[in-house]
């Protein structure tokens, strides 16, 4: 079981690489020219994602098929299916499912380590990571606020199709809630009719980071369907719920 699991909706599956097999070998030909020049760390990792990404995708019925590159990275999944994947140093991991009333996923994990301050300072405005202290997040902030906002990044893009700038961005802390506030009003546009879904985890390592989009009119269910899982260790887990 991955926090993933408990951090998105019932019908998702998610796959972790939890064999080092999965890091070294699996590629389909049509994926191998991705990395046919890339260095050791980044076969590896791309590597890992697509291993997990069809064996996700196998177990909503999908045949093996090559997970092929898009034009701004991301990769493509089956027209009826929403799909992501993340990878950080040892840890790798791809999330699927049948797009129905999930519109968009995007899954995010990272190191729950310090970030240098001018690195924090270009994500984020000092007021956002502020109130996430304020409101007693354990650990660190400043990677929670990234990591929700590069997985934002990841479920938004299908609707968006452009680089998102960090700022356009504002992510509230709210009880054991969240607010994920649209400052651009660009960005506002785009996502018109959507509501968004984002739940955090933690397990001491790392930060886990799930957004998915759904229509805006049938939000009600999905602030009841909270899987808990029992391995992940704040308040803020698996609860954290960002609404625009
Ligand atoms: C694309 C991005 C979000 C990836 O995040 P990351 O923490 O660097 O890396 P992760 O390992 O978690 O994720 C990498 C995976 O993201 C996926 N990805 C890359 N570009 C993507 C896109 N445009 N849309 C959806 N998924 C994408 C890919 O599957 C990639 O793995 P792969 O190349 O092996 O297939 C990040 O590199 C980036 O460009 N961020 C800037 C934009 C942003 O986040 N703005 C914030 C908006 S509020």
Redesign the pocket.
């Known amino acids: 079981m991955s926090i993933f699991d408990s951090l998105l909706p019932m019908d998702a599956v998610v796959v972790e690489a939890r064999s080092p097999e999965w890091w070294e070998s699996g590629l389909l030909p049509e994926e191998l020219r991705y990395v046919a020049r890339a260095s050791d760390k980044r076969r590896r990792?791309?590597t890992a994602?697509?291993n997990c990404a069809r064996a996700a995708l196998a177990r909503l019925g999908w045949p093996s098929a090559a997970?092929v590159?898009?034009p701004?990275?991301?990769?493509i999944f089956p027209s009826t299916v929403c799909g992501?994947?993340?990878?950080?140093s040892g840890y790798c991991a791809a999330a699927v499912i049948q797009k129905d009333e999930v519109h968009s996923i995007?899954?995010?994990?990272?190191f729950d380590m310090p970030m240098e301050d001018a690195v924090a300072r270009m994500i984020m405005i000092p007021q956002e990571l502020a109130k996430w202290y304020a409101h007693g997040y354990p650990s660190h902030a400043e990677v929670l606020v990234f990591?929700l906002?590069?997985a934002?990044?990841?479920a938004?893009?299908?609707f968006c199709r452009r680089?998102?700038?960090?700022k356009?961005?504002v992510v509230h802390p709210a009880g054991q809630h969240a607010h994920i506030e649209l400052v651009s009003p660009r960005l506002a546009d785009e996502l018109t009719g959507l509501h968004i879904v984002a739940r955090v985890g933690r397990d001491g390592q790392r930060i886990y980071c799930a957004v998915f989009l759904i229509d805006r009119l049938r939000n009600v269910k999905w602030d009841a369907d909270i899987r808990t899982s029992g391995n992940c260790q704040d308040t803020f887990s698996p609860t954290a719920i960002l609404d625009t």
């Open positions: 990792e791309f994602g697509r997970i590159v898009g701004d990275r991301q990769p992501s994947i993340t990878h950080t995007g899954i995010d994990a990272e990591s906002k590069e934002f990044y990841k938004a893009f299908p680089h998102i700038g960090f356009e961005v």
